[in-house]
Structure formats: structure tokens, C-alpha cells
């Protein structure tokens, strides 16, 4: 079964940087597009970042994030990363990683995910 495990959240002043860690296991990362997502209080769950499997890497991103924020993947190391720059207030949320292997090209939908991370709180305070 696959698992996925976030790690990197933290506190962090506005402006600062973060990097968010998703690794897996009981699979092979190559075969997955990963998505990561984030959860306000109060609010939905909402797409961030995702990446595909194909020999792109593609990525794609939501347009709050844009610029600010990159995801990349090691396949290697079964790990993809959310590299978040010059964070805002707005920003804190819990963020969670998740997995899915039927798309061709990944997708910031939740529904599409089947597998997901436990999640890890990142807070942006002044």
C-alpha cells in the first residue's frame, strides 16, 4: 500500500522560505503523478501544486502560489519537494501531499487522488 509522508512545515516570518518534503513508499514515485494541496481553518482543502509523471516533469500550479512556489521531484529518493518563497500570512495552512497513477498529466483536483499524506502545518506570522 502506498504511503505518503510530509515533512518541512514550520513557523516562518512573511517573506521567508520553506522547503516542504513528500516522501513515499510501497511504490515507485516515477509512476505517480503527486499533488500537493493545502487546508486553511474554516476552509476547503484546495490545490497548490502538482507534477507529473511524464518525462516533462510537468508542473502545474494555482495561481495564488504562482511564481512564489516550485515543486519538483527526485525520483530517485521517492521524494517531491514544494520549494515556497516569500510567503504571505495567507499561506498558512496545513499542506498535504497526495498521489495518483490513472492521469496521463496530474491534476489540482482532490478527487483525482486516491492516496494521501498525513500532513504538516506550515504558519507564516509576522
Known amino acids: 500500500q502506498l504511503q505518503l509522508v510530509e515533512s518541512g512545515g514550520d513557523l516562518v516570518q512573511p517573506g521567508g522560505s520553506l522547503r516542504l518534503s513528500c516522501k513515499i513508499s510501497?511504490?515507485?514515485?516515477?509512476?505517480?503523478?503527486i499533488g500537493w494541496f493545502r487546508q486553511a481553518p474554516g476552509e476547503e482543502r484546495e490545490g497548490v501544486a502538482c507534477?507529473?509523471?511524464?518525462?516533462?516533469?510537468?508542473?502545474s500550479y494555482a495561481d495564488s502560489v504562482k511564481g512564489r512556489f516550485t515543486i519538483s521531484r527526485d525520483n530517485a529518493k521517492n521524494t517531491v519537494f514544494l520549494q515556497m518563497n516569500r510567503l504571505k500570512p495567507e499561506d498558512t495552512a496545513i499542506y498535504y501531499c497526495?498521489?495518483?497513477?490513472?492521469?496521463?498529466?496530474?491534476?489540482?483536483?482532490?478527487?483525482?487522488?486516491?492516496?494521501w499524506g498525513q500532513g504538516t502545518q506550515v504558519t507564516v506570522f509576522s
Open positions: 497526495a498521489a495518483d497513477r490513472r492521469l496521463t498529466r496530474c491534476s489540482k483536483r482532490l478527487y483525482e487522488y486516491g492516496s
Open positions: 510501497g511504490g515507485t514515485l516515477a509512476n505517480y503523478n
Open positions: 507534477i507529473s509523471r511524464d518525462a516533462f516533469d510537468s508542473a
